[in-house]
């Protein structure tokens, strides 16, 4: 069993920045592929990004350029730093783990609300 819990999301004004973290607990071994989603009012869960152990990155799209996705696998954390924030980033982000041959796992979930 594994255990994600996110933090940092908050409400921030447009072009503002904003940090997210997701430390994982538990049964740990094998832990591999991260990721960040997210899910705005009325919209489907969406990927915003993943990263592996090995620390390669995809991104999403509408993420590209704004937001940076890393890891500190010694501390079993995911980051998502988040720049250059709009309006539409609003939503809230959730935290995805894969833990090699086994399970995969989400956080519950932390809110960005971006002003405009």
């Known amino acids: 069993q594994v255990q994600l819990v996110e933090s940092g999301g908050s409400l921030v004004q447009a072009g503002g920045s904003l940090r997210l973290s997701c430390t994982a607990s538990?049964?740990?071994?094998?832990?591999?592929?991260m990721a960040w989603y997210r899910q705005a009012p009325g919209k489907q869960r969406e990927l915003v990004a993943t990263i592996a152990r090995s620390s390669s990155t995809n991104y999403a799209d509408s993420m590209k350029g704004r937001f940076t996705i890393s890891r500190d696998n010694a501390k079993n954390t995911v980051y998502l730093q988040m720049n250059s924030l709009k309006p539409e980033d609003t939503a809230v982000y959730y935290c995805y783990a894969k833990v090699i041959g086994i399970s995969e796992y989400w956080g519950q979930g932390t809110q960005v609300t971006v002003s405009s």
């Open positions: 538990g049964s740990l071994r094998g832990l591999g592929d």
